[in-house]
Nanobody, 118 residues
């Protein structure tokens, strides 16, 4: 089964940037579309961005369009989420997962915490 580990979170001021990484093990990453999701305190998990197997197609939640960019390096078995112009509302635990038709299909990892605060 595909296993994914997220990293790169931290605390940043509004307007700052972070790059999250999602590293795969267990299987080759290029067999999967990969989605980034987040869960803010007291809220449900929501989809943020998704990238196709080859990286030639991506989708974004309206709330992050123009600020976040998802990319992948299949040779490195890694998917990235570049987050710019961060806002306090972006504070959440961020997760990645394999997706089928934008629906997450594997067990969730521990995620990585992003805190946007002045």
């Amino acid at each position: 089964q595909l296993q994914l580990v997220e990293s790169g979170g931290g605390e940043v001021q509004p307007g700052g940037s972070l790059r999250l990484s999602c590293v795969a093990s267990g299987e080759i990453l290029d067999g999967y579309g990969i989605g980034w999701f987040r869960q803010a305190p007291g809220s449900g998990r929501e989809g943020v961005a998704c990238i196709s197997r080859r990286g030639d197609s991506s989708t974004y939640a309206d709330s992050v369009k123009g600020r976040f960019t998802v990319s992948r390096d299949n040779a490195a078995n890694t998917v990235y989420l570049q987050m710019n112009s961060l806002k306090p509302d972006d504070t959440a635990v961020y997760y990645c997962n394999g997706v089928v038709a934008l629906v997450p299909v594997y067990d969730w990892g521990k995620g990585t915490l992003v805190t946007v605060s002045s």
